[in-house]
């Protein structure tokens, strides 16, 4: 019998060094996009797709995330005085969206340490990973909610992919196999492969769907690459079993938020998607860009 997807994890543990000193006292997934945090949009994701409980891997910072997800009465009794119900509403609908669960990384060793730290939370049964500065912008149905779809079919874990520009490959969990069905069942996997030796340019990003049979995997996976627990490394575990391990590409317009290019470049995507915003800021784009053109470097 295959159970269904009611857990999701989001590790929200990592250093986060790529976005100093913005970093160094508040997690990166709590940077707003326009103004609402990375970890918001993908709870909402989560929750879309039917999960109720969401167990979050803190890291140093993890005050705000909690704080974040839990009831702000002063603050909403503030604004009802002030006749600002629609914000108040927002507020407390924050709360409502899932079961938040917070669980401890003492030390940042890996997302692969992440995931296990939740493993109790877990418990026996299949569940998601959403990584918490990774955003996918669907036009229907939830991101993750589309692996659960290929999880319920097949019973096996799946991941999600996308094919990376010649070159990039390096900087990637890189997987390879045999394509039926519009999903690639994935025989072969390299963590950040040397330049040139990449099997192809299908790379694992942001988005998976694991069974339990992860968790005695990941428990004896060693310190790999960089002197961390990967995940791709339990990964390979799941490939080589009888179930297998699939990799689907997800529809929808990805961002990954951890990154200072990709972070803006998100802004920008979920500024121009808003009604209320596209106007105003194509118009402040276009002065910023004149202002701008031809200054660089002089
Ligand atoms: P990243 O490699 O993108 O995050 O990990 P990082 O290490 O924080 O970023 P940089 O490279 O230093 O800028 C992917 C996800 O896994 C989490 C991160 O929070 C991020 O959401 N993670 C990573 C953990 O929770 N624990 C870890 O030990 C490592």
């Known amino acids: 019998m295959i159970l269904p997807v009611r857990k999701a ?17 508040v997690p990166k997934e709590m940077l707003p996009i ?9 709870i909402d994701e989560a929750a879309r797709a039917g999960i109720r409980d969401v167990i979050v891997v803190n890291g140093r910072g993890k005050g705000a995330i909690e704080d974040h997800f839990d009831h702000a009465y002063e603050l909403e009794h503030t604004l009802r005085s002030r006749g600002k119900n629609a914000e ?4 407390a609908g924050i709360t409502r969206l899932a079961r938040i669960i917070s669980v401890r990384q003492h030390q940042p060793l890996g997302l692969g340490h992440a995931v296990l730290c939740a493993r109790e939370a877990v418990g026996d049964e299949p569940f998601a990973v959403l990584l918490g500065d990774d955003l996918i912008a669907d036009q229907g149905r939830p991101g993750i909610g589309q692996l659960i779809d290929i999880h319920a079919a097949t019973g096996a874990g799946v991941v999600s992919i996308m094919e990376v520009p010649e070159g990039k490959e390096h900087m990637y969990g890189i997987v390879a196999g045999d394509w039926a069905d519009g999903r690639l069942r994935i025989r072969e996997m390299v963590e950040k492969p040397r330049p040139g030796t990449a099997p192809s340019r299908w790379a694992i990003v942001g988005r998976y769907v694991l069974p339990p049979a992860i968790w005695p995997m990941l428990a004896s996976t060693k310190a790999g690459h960089g002197g961390e627990i990967q995940l ?49 800021v194509m118009e402040m784009m276009r002065e910023v860009l004149e202002q701008h053109s031809g200054k660089v470097g002089g």
């Open 9 to 25: 994890v989001i590790p929200a543990a990592g250093l986060g060094t790529r976005f100093l000193p913005a970093t160094k006292a």
């Open 34 to 42: 326009v103004d609402t945090p990375t970890i918001q949009l993908v």
């Open 88 to 91: 108040a509403d927002a507020l």
């Open 232 to 280: 791709t490394d339990g990964l390979k575990g799941l490939a080589a079993s009888s179930e297998g391990l699939y990799g689907a590409v997800i529809d929808g317009e990805r961002h990954d938020a951890g990154d200072r290019l990709g972070y803006l470049r998100a802004n920008l995507a979920y500024a121009l998607a808003r009604a209320d915003l596209r106007e105003p």
